[in-house]
């Protein structure tokens, strides 16, 4: 049986679901506690979500796991051929990078109201706001997300420069056009990588991040990018490349949303 550990708003763990889906994979999703997350997971996975456990093979980090994957199963997302498999795995290293840029962005702007971070990993993690408990609980956690994501002024402007330049790299390479793969004619990681990395902040229907409410300083940067051709092509990716794949791969479990919020 194949293991996917995870955080269900995690846009790393997206990206993995969205590769296992695009090959047709079936897997069980097992939730783990924010902040207890290293003493759950599996030995030598590295400490983070997503990861994999398929058989006795146990791997983890999503580019891992993509290449983990293509060595083992079909269609191949990252080396379709010489030339599209080397795009493929050099954009999905260098459009990788806006994730945790989104990271710092979206948490940076959640701890500026103490507790609408916490109020978010309830959502999803009954069990995390059980043992986290009082307020103050809630501060130290907060004060530790900070830190360990290095959530100061400077590094969140220089993550949102980052992202927006990310944009603009995506609109270059697909030349404006929505319906433009990143590499060759098809589904490839690099798409999969921009699409998801990028998910939280673009909130495509039927996505994971769809109906939150981001605090004001992360709508102001949605509100900037609104109009952005690559924004629409992170939309059109979700809309013909995600929803049509999930529901073949995993027929009982209707939408991407109803699976993703599987702990719900
Ligand atoms: N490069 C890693 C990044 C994974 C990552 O940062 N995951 C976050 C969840 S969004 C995590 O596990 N954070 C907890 C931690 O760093 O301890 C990947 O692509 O898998």
């Not at 590094?155 to 319906?179: C, K, Q, W, Y």
Request: net charge positive.
């Amino acid at each position: 049986m194949r293991i996917l550990y995870q955080f269900p708003l995690s846009h790393f763990c997206e990206k993995t679901r969205w590769n296992l889906d695009a090959k047709g994979l079936a897997y069980r999703r097992v939730d783990v506690v924010p902040g207890l997350h290293p003493a759950l997971l599996p030995l030598a996975s590295g400490g983070t979500v997503p990861v994999l456990r398929d058989g006795g093979r146990v791997v983890g980090d999503s580019s891992a796991i993509a290449r983990y994957l293509d060595d083992r199963y079909g269609p191949p997302l990252l080396v379709p051929d010489r030339e599209r498999g080397g795009r493929a795995a050099s954009l999905e290293a260098e459009l990788g990078q806006v994730g945790r840029h989104v990271v710092r962005v979206i948490y940076g702007a959640l701890l500026e109201a103490p507790g609408a971070l916490t109020r978010l990993l309830m959502r999803t993690h009954p069990t995390a706001m059980r043992l986290l408990g009082t307020g103050l609980g809630v501060a130290l956690v907060e004060r530790a997300v900070a830190r360990h994501y290095q959530l100061d002024s400077g590094s969140r402007a220089a993550s949102r420069t980052a992202i927006v330049d990310t944009v603009t790299r995506l609109e270059r390479e697909t030349a404006d056009d929505p319906g433009q793969y990143l590499s060759g004619d098809q589904l490839s990681i690099a798409d999969i990588t921009a699409a998801s990395l990028l998910g939280p902040l673009v909130k495509p229907a039927g996505s994971p991040w769809s109906d939150l409410d981001w605090p004001p300083a992360v709508v102001d940067l949605q509100r900037e990018l609104a109009d952005r051709p690559g924004v629409a092509w992170v939309r059109a990716r979700w809309a013909w490349d995600r929803e049509a794949r999930h529901v073949a791969a995993n027929p009982s479990e209707g939408s991407p949303r109803r699976a993703v919020f599987t702990s719900e």
